[in-house]
């Protein structure tokens, strides 16, 4: 083939790839393949390491105090899967979090040397 045609072919090739739903559907992925899974290690000693987590409920109206409740705090520890379970008024932020742990896991357990939770927004930095 004369290679007078190349430049021609290519630009008729990349004008068609353009247009055509298949080629414009069936991209190749640039993202390096994800690796296999790893369990965490087990806790060599209890109430040492926790997991977080939220769960929303239907809101429930505390009659007493007036405050709504639409949101549940999980912490779990993984050793012995003793579980608190802390309800949540609605509009609540770190430091919610913050005060609920203080005042209802340390006294009891003392620090955690680790914690594991999801990629919660509320972790997010706003700087």
Known sequence: MNNFYWPKMARDMREYCKICAVCQQAKNSTQKPYGLLHPL???????????????????????????????????AYRLTKYTLVLPLPDGYTADTLVSLFMSHVYPHFGYPLDIVTDNDTLFHSAV
């Open 41 to 75: 290690p087990i806790p060599s000693k209890p109430f040492s390491h926790l997991t977080v987590d939220f769960l929303t409920l239907p809101a429930i109206i505390d009659h007493v105090t007036k405050i709504h409740y639409s949101h549940v705090f999980t912490i």
